[in-house]
């Protein structure tokens, strides 16, 4: 059986990263362990929770049900890349405006997710897609009421409208 | 109030480093020369090992060692504790089978702990441990809650005859048994309480680290309770003197109950990395979490209720059979008697109750502490059964509560269960709720959704519940291993900002602002200069941790006495820098001053003073640091009214909830922001309870359930948003006058939900979870 | 997850040799079945083939009567293009209730249908709608490529290259997910072409299926009222925890006589 290496090389927040991989290594192993940016967070095994959700070129994917082969080449944001400096990105700051976070776990997934629902559905959004559209991100500590609240508004917030 | 103190929502102060990702969790952190540990399962739910051969596994690529049962015990390690002693109708303690780590010579579950591989990487430790080569010899498996105790079932534990862990009875059996021949009315229900897993999102992970240097232990746990974890690892299970270990539980993504326990893999990290002396990680996988988390809940029950021709209760009646499991974890007696029993008056003034508790071993993981633990147990079956007395007499299910509410003039008031509730107001709740819920426009509401085809439900659920579990003496008395008070330690340096240590641990509750807010408050320092620090035994001195809603009504306590402490020293240290009498020094925004002058000094000059004493008070320590324990005389009580209504297709049974309101009591608010996340997310548990969640085992033990495609966690789309407000009443024994907030939602939340189901099928009751199916099939039988 | 060796090709050719010189290889397409799958350990395949640079499987296609995915085409894709929107708008829809978003942005239709979970949403629309499965090999009418549970006619190192939709006068997909998973429980597509009603049904049984005696009840009319007289046979109906047989059946009555609804 396979036991050699590959080499992958890819943009992450913006920086060209490189490294050895195994076949079988996740890109989520490849960016917290070989990379050590922890914020991507493992929370289930099935592609379920969403705490894993990063972006790789420019959509919403899981990166616990993606080979780090796989993103050979491509361009990965994670939630480390969002922020300006000491900055918050206004979607982050929208969690932390209203109460969109306890524990933090699944945070950073919620995060990514939110923008990938901002990129498609615009800055004007609803409750009732909000809420469909978390349905691959799942939270135990909050009841979802203000991550919604806190969707609306960073989607607000990044038209210009906060 | 000013802006950053108490009753203000402040922005917490804990959340940038989680929306960077800079947030640190046991996962996240590795250390040099770190390996990675797999543990290989029972695939059975109860078997004989015959033999283990784990040599193909030691010689696998990059395997650093293979450890079992055999290695722990000739170590002298473990085995795991339960921590709470109930004394059953034969007058002996519960029967405590033998709960090893690492198993020797049997497995009781699907998930026990038969070995564990240690590897450079976690995929050679995961290959290696398909190696381990067990020859298991199968026995038939006990898994039904209702049927575990009856004859003819196969015997789990030598220690347990008829797999019965205790029966224990509560209360007057004749005086009620006398109440309900003579009653006018007789209502009861069969009802079961669905075992739940509770799934903090972050799965539990250890990274064990020995010192040869210094024979020191340092353990990274998913803890709720750092101190509690060291105390039983090293006391009970033999690990390391308390003074050569050390437990850091640094962010912790959720507990829930779940990560309060020792579990196996944490002693045995622990253990490991000395042994191989190398840093051990183990990290769970999410089925790991479904199979070998304790689970929560799991009663099957028979509620009876006597009345008089008025509908006022005149004496209730409680049989109850709980799944403890296969083995003990660490609080699993105490949660289906003392925290379920004695909170079997809900609200009302029912003078005679006497219950029967019989916990039963099975073949299925260990059941514990979950979200309200016993409570949510105890209200869903008074408020479900109120709702039945409600429906034979009647009576609307909002009058009977009145007519049987603890008036607000009979408070304290003494429940013929224990405990003696210290503060309410429940037709205010219940009045609030009401009125949030426009409970007088259902009836219009219920013939518009009839007219597109649907029913409408409307469900009321008045709970009441026990937080912050104390006193000492009382946990003592009824056999509890431990003392509930709580720590605390603020800490000045010498330029003036503030380290608070406190023993109870956040893991979400957002214990950073909320105490920062409460020294903000009371010493007057700017609430950025206030760090609060938590979660590790080498840090903060001795603390019980977070669970039961305790951690502001005991935890901010003892912070509030070791603030008052500071400021009584600071008097004296002010009177002698302003040359006053200590007498006439009074403190107010963070400013000692001389009454009726202008003469002042900073709390920062003063703890500046006390670290640079050239000009200092005769008897007096140098030094601006004060520890304060609090040992509250009192569990404390929040309660409140829920109402929820619901929209059922009767077609398909999918059920939507279109209206949540809850009015709660928690007592005065440090940060209504805060408390009300805490109520959101508390009433989606109960909701996931009510509607989703439902742990199934097959009749083999296997565990159906093992993961997020098969157990339905609620999501954002099965929620609606809630409507939250509070009646808050002051109560009596508590120095902030405050009460817990994290678990109310999980127990108000049931009952409210099945009460308006039911309300909407016309029918007399549907268990828990009323998933799509059965509330269909519910419509069906009532049509 | 166990080793394996992996080829990233960017030809359906290369992606055939490199299939023929494995023990036991696997294509690998959106991965969002398959890699969970192997993280439990469930397949263990010795090679791993990845398609996702093959540009010739990607794209959408309408001409005249047909829509044309390729099979690497994402669920997200399908949900988002104006033009299966335009033609066959329950398509679009089904597409776009595949999964969650992110699982959306990486689920193909090839990968959906070679895998045939009996709870899939695609298998219902390639039945339903009278679709054409094009291989490297072959077409295979839709009505033929579903052979039972996780089986279809692809032979080994068939690779699949687009499905051809014929676009229907009307159409619509009703789903009754389960709770946990959001797969589907029962899913019923209905189809008004110029030759009569079709129905297909997936979720509910062992593999996606067409429903004839809801065809024939229907009778190329699409009067919800009909469906009340069918007999969904219980004893063929997939029963689990989240569902039983019965529910089942009568689940696919429901999602029938919503679809013919929608339809309207």
Redesign the interface.
């Known amino acids: 059986?396979?036991?050699n290496k590959?080499n992958v090389s890819l943009s992450v927040n913006g920086k060209a990263v490189s490294g050895e991989v195994?076949?079988?290594t996740?890109l989520v192993q490849f960016l917290r362990e070989q990379l050590g940016l922890t914020g991507t967070h493992i929370g289930c095994?099935?592609?379920?929770c969403?705490a894993c959700?990063v972006h790789m070129d420019g959509?919403?994917?899981?990166a616990?049900?993606?080979?780090a082969?796989?993103a050979?080449g491509s361009e990965v944001t994670t939630i480390e890349g969002l922020a300006q400096g000491a900055e918050l990105h206004p979607m982050q700051q929208a969690f932390m405006d209203n109460h969109g976070l306890q524990c933090g776990f699944c945070t950073p997934g919620m995060i990514m997710?939110a923008l990938?629902?901002v990129n498609?559905n615009g800055n004007e959004l609803d409750e009732a897609t909000v809420r469909k559209?978390l349905?691959?991100?799942i939270c135990r500590c909050t009841g979802y009421h203000n991550i919604v609240k806190s969707v609306q508004a960073g989607a607000k917030a990044m038209g210009g409208n906060s | 109030m000013t802006e950053f103190g108490i009753g203000a929502s402040v922005k917490r102060k804990e959340d940038r480093r989680f929306l960077l990702g800079k947030g640190r969790y046991t996962d996240d952190i590795n250390v040099a020369g770190q390996t990675h540990a797999v543990f290989v399962r029972s695939p059975h739910a109860h078997a004989a090992i015959k033999s283990i051969d784990s040599s193909q596994a030691e010689s696998a690529p990059g395997v650093v060692a293979v450890l079992t049962g055999e290695d722990l015990a000739a170590d002298g390690i473990g085995p795991l504790i339960c921590g709470v002693t109930v004394t059953g109708d034969d007058g002996e303690p519960h029967k405590a089978p033998l709960h090893p780590a690492l198993a020797q010579g049997k497995v009781n579950y699907v998930g026990d702990h038969v070995a564990v591989v240690i590897a450079e990487t976690v995929?050679q430790a995961?290959?290696a441990a398909?190696l381990v080569d067990v020859d298991y010899d199968v026995l038939p498996a006990v898994t039904s809650t209702a049927e575990a105790a009856e004859s003819g079932q196969q015997q789990i534990h030598e220690v347990a005859p008829n797999n019965v862990c205790f029966n224990w009875p509560f209360g007057d059996k004749e005086a009620v048994q006398a109440a309900f021949e003579s009653a006018h009315k007789v209502s009861s229900l069969d009802l079961v309480n669905n075992r739940m897993v509770t799934n903090p999102m972050e799965p539990r992970a250890a990274l064990g680290e020995f010192n040869s240097g210094t024979d020191e232990i340092t353990l990274h746990l998913t803890t709720q309770n750092p101190h509690v974890h060291r105390l039983v690892l090293s006391a009970f299970n033999q690990l390391a003197p308390e003074h050569k270990l050390r437990v850091v539980g640094p962010d912790v993504g959720g507990g829930f109950g779940a990560k309060i326990f020792v579990y196996a893999e944490e002693l045995v990290v622990g253990w490991a990395c000395r042994k191989i002396n190398r840093p051990v990680k183990w990290t769970a996988d999410r089925?790991e979490a479904f199979l070998a988390d304790a689970h929560g809940r799991d009663h099957v029950s028979l509620a009876e209720m006597a009345m008089d021709e008025n509908g006022k209760f005149l004496a209730l009646r409680v049989h109850t059979k709980a799944n403890l499991g296969a083995y003990l974890s660490t609080f699993g007696t105490m949660v289906p008697s003392y925290l379920y029993a004695f909170l079997l008056a809900g609200q009302y003034a029912t003078p005679l109750i006497y219950s029967e508790v019989k916990a039963v071993f099975t073949n299925t993981a260990p059941v514990d502490a979950s979200r309200g633990a016993g409570r949510p147990e105890a209200t869903y079956l008074l408020e479900r059964l109120v709702d039945i007395c409600a429906a034979d007499m009647g009576l609307d299910p909002a009058e009977i509560r009145r007519r049987n509410f603890i008036p607000i003039d009979a408070f304290p008031y003494q429940t013929p269960v224990v405990q003696c509730y210290d503060s309410g107001d429940y037709n205010a709740a219940l009045d609030k709720a009401i009125e949030l819920a426009d409970y007088a426009g259902f009836a219009a509401r219920a013939e518009e959704a009839k007219s597109r085809g649907k029913r409408r439900g409307i469900g009321i659920s008045s709970y009441v519940e026990a937080c912050g579990i104390a006193p000492s003496a009382a946990v003592g008395q009824l056999g509890g291993g431990v003392g509930l008070w709580e720590s605390a330690q603020v800490r000045f340096n010498p330029t003036g900002n503030v380290q608070v240590f406190t023993g109870t641990h956040s893991h979400g509750q957002g214990h950073e602002t909320t105490f920062a807010q409460l020294v903000c408050d009371q010493l007057g320092v700017p609430i950025e200069n206030i760090e609060v620090i938590h979660g590790d035994t080498a840090k903060t001195q001795f603390g019980m941790g977070t669970y039961g809603s305790r951690s502001l009504a005991v935890g901010g306590v003892a912070i509030a006495k070791a603030c008052e402490k500071l400021i009584a020293k600071g008097k004296k240290i002010a009177a002698h820098a302003l040359e006053a009498a200590e007498g006439d020094i009074e403190f107010a925004d963070g400013s000692f001053s001389v009454a009726g002058t202008d003469k002042a000094m900073s709390i920062g000059e003063v703890a500046f003073n006390a670290y640079v004493p050239h000009s200092y008070p005769e008897g007096v320590e140098p030094g601006f640091d004060e520890n304060a324990f609090f040992d509250p005389t009192n569990f404390s009580f929040p309660a409140g009214t829920h109402i929820c209504e619901v929209e059922v297709d009767p077609?398909?049974g999918v059920t939507e909830i279109v209206k949540y309101s809850a009015v709660d009591d928690f007592g005065r608010l440090i940060n209504p922001m805060i408390v009300e996340g805490q109520v959101h997310g508390g009433i989606a548990h109960g909701v996931g309870q009510a509607m989703?969640e439902?742990c199934?085992y097959d009749s083999d033990g296997q565990l159906?359930?093992a993961s997020?495609?098969?157990?339905?966690?609620p999501r954002a789309d099965?929620l609606p948003s809630f409507d939250v407000d509070y009646a808050p009443t002051d109560p009596p024994d508590n120095p902030l006058g405050v009460k817990g907030c994290g678990e109310a939602g999980a127990i108000g939340a049931p009952p409210a939900v099945i009460n308006a189901i039911v309300n909407a099928l016309g029918v007399r009751h549907i268990d828990m979870p009323a998933?799509?199916?059965n509330v269909?099939?519910a419509a069906r039988s009532a049509a | 997850?166990?080793?394996?060796?992996?080829h990233?090709v960017d030809k359906v050719d290369a992606a055939v040799e490199a299939l023929q010189g494995a023990e036991d290889g696997k294509l690998?397409a959106g991965?969002?079945t398959m890699?969970?799958t192997?993280?439990?350990?469930l397949a263990s395949p010795?090679d791993?083939v990845?398609l996702?640079d093959v540009a010739e499987l990607k794209g959408i296609q309408v001409s005249g009567n047909t829509v044309t995915i390729g099979a690497m085409t994402t669920h997200?894709e399908v949900a988002?293009s104006s033009e299966v929107q335009k033609a066959i708008p329950a398509l679009a829809k089904l597409a776009g209730n595949i999964?969650?978003?992110?699982?959306r942005?990486?689920g193909t239709l090839g990968g959906s249908i070679a895998n045939n979970d009996p709870a899939a949403d695609y298998p219902a629309a390639v039945i339903a709608l009278g679709a054409t499965v094009k291989t490297n090999q072959r077409e295979i009418a839709g009505d033929d490529f579903f052979t039972g549970m996780f089986e279809t006619a692809l032979d080994d190192n068939e690779v699949i290259v687009s499905v051809s939709f014929p676009v229907p006068d009307k159409a619509a997909y009703m789903k009754?997910e389960?709770?946990?998973?959001?797969y589907a429980i029962v899913g019923v597509f209905v189809a008004q072409i110029s030759d009569g009603v079709r129905v297909a049904v997936t979720g509910a049984t062992p593999c996606a299926h067409r429903a004839l005696p809801i065809e024939e009840a229907l009778a190329g009319e699409l009067n919800a009222a009909a469906i009340e007289a069918v007999e969904i046979p219980v004893d063929k109906m997939n029963s689990d925890?989240?569902?039983?047989a019965e529910?089942r059946a009568?689940?696919v009555k429901?999602m029938a006589r919503r679809a013919v609804e929608a339809c309207g």
């Open positions: 059986m396979a036991n590959i195994e076949s079988r996740l095994d099935t592609s379920q969403g959700v959509k919403s994917v899981k616990c049900t993606l080979l082969v796989q050979d997710t990938d629902i498609r559209e349905e691959g991100n | 995929g995961r290959d398909e089925t077609d398909t989703l439902g199934h159906i359930t997020f495609m098969d157990y339905a966690m099965n998933t799509p199916e269909w099939r | 997850m166990y080793e394996f060796n992996y990233k690998l991965g969002q890699l969970p192997m993280k439990h350990r010795s791993i990845d996702g997200a988002a999964g969650d978003p992110a699982v942005n990486r009754f389960n709770p946990a998973s959001r925890i989240h569902a039983s529910y009568h689940l429901v």
